[in-house]
């Protein structure tokens, strides 16, 4: 069983998800298409990539991410970093020869995006963007379903992501608030998610309007270099900095297919945590998800007695997409662990067996023209802007 050399880029709460998946995949997926190795991590002072070796089961640590990619023993080099270098790390992995595995959003902009694509290409090597949440089975399985046809030809696509871990101006100024370093707010770190959803789900789109909104206007500068999103608050007269990204997406779609829908991005609805739903209508039937309700979907079909029709909920297990991975009985838990181990089985399988994966850098570059369309939208007072 070939074994793949991780070099891990990063060390904040997503290499935690990302090394916790290295380490899973092989137990869950036996026999495992290949055994992913935690080889090195690198964070951005040596003592923090010191400590997150320890943490994560990782043999070497650097502070110098051009270590990692250059290392003739790594395989495989993963970009947990703020957006605002994945460009740069992701081509020059790529030229080493090494495939690459990329948090989303891909880039700041659609032109690093198709850089990092052409660098892939050129060298063939596997890459792949982390949305992690078309991996839920429950997603996956409304895949099937509509690609069966069995709710007919799609008419309408609503999907929502909602936070409220920035509904609190006291919550500090992390990266995500910066677009030097982010590029976008709300719509590039949870819009792109439902971007991919939709896409996934429906189809490529041919054309948005929307609107970008930003509702606190500075907050607390961090005392740390640590991304400490909502969960620290600050108390008393701190120095502020300005916010220089939306607070909140929200923009129509016209798919190529005919097919219509909405999107609602926003880190300031109070009262919702990680609140990722999507409704599809079709001309046969309907489906709805609400991943804080991830082991279910609510399937509706038309061609059930009048007296009988109205949604029903398949608890999603073995007999689902991933299942005969996961756990042994429906709804017995499937949480945001079990999606990255099986986004890591999906690359360890594609780099093992030379095959596609999906989502890809392609994937991520039309992401990037939709967000820079919805963003071109918002400047001209909410016209339809067509996709490139």
């Known amino acids: 069983m070939q074994h793949y050399k991780i ?13 916790m998946a290295y380490a899973s995949m092989p137990m869950f997926f ?27 089961g990782f043999s070497e640590y650097t502070d110098n991410w051009r270590e990692v990619v250059n290392d003739p023993d790594i395989d495989i080099v993963d970009i947990c970093t703020p957006n605002n270098i994945h460009a740069e790390i992701a081509i020059a992995a790529a030229n080493n020869g ?3 595995f990329c948090e989303k959003p891909i880039a700041m902009t659609s032109e690093e995006a198709a850089q ?26 409304a895949r099937e379903i509509i690609a069966a046809g069995e709710i007919g030809e799609i008419q309408t696509f609503r999907g929502t ?28 770190d949870i819009g792109t998610h439902v971007i991919d959803m939709a896409r996934y789900l429906v189809g490529e789109f041919k054309a948005v309007s929307g609107e970008l909104k930003t509702y606190i206007s500075e907050r607390p500068i ?39 829908g909405s999107i609602e991005a926003t880190r300031n609805a109070w009262g919702r945590n990680n609140y990722i739903t999507f409704e599809i209508h079709g001309t046969q039937g ?17 061609g ?25 009985i429906p709804a017995l838990g499937i949480g945001y662990s079990e999606t990255k181990i099986v986004e890591c089985y999906d690359l360890i399988k594609a780099i093992a067996e030379d095959t596609e994966v999906s989502p890809d850098f392609h994937d991520g570059y039309r992401i990037s023209l939709i967000c820079e369309a919805i963003e071109a939208s918002n400047a001209n007072g909410g016209n339809w802007v067509p996709i490139p």
């Open 98 to 100: 090494k495939h690459v």
């Open 286 to 302: 309907s489906i709805y998800f609400n991943y804080e309700r991830r082991d279910e979907l609510q399937v509706c079909y038309a």
């Open 161 to 188: 992501y909602l936070q409220d871990w920035s509904a609190d101006p006291n919550s500090p100024l992390s990266w995500r608030f910066q677009s030097e370093v982010c590029g976008t707010g709300a719509l590039g």
């Open 116 to 141: 990092m694509l052409e660098a892939v290409r050129k060298n063939k090597v596997k890459h792949m963007l982390a949305f992690n949440y078309r991996r839920t089975p429950a997603v996956a399985l």
């Open 222 to 260: 961090q005392s740390s270099n640590v991304d400490a999103l909502g969960t620290v608050k600050a108390s008393g007269d701190v120095p502020k900095g300005p916010v220089t990204v939306d607070d909140e997406a929200s923009f129509s779609i016209r798919f190529q297919n005919g097919a219509t």
């Open 7 to 19: 070099g891990l880029i990063g060390a904040g709460f997503m290499a935690k998800a990302h090394s």
């Open 304 to 328: 059930d007695p009048g007296n009988r029709r109205g949604f029903r909920t398949i608890y999603t297990g073995p007999a689902h997409p991933y299942g005969e991975g996961l756990w042994p």
């Open 30 to 56: 036996w026999p495992a298409p290949g055994i992913p190795v935690r080889q090195k991590i690198c964070d951005i002072t040596i003592d923090r990539a010191k400590d997150a070796a320890a943490q994560m």
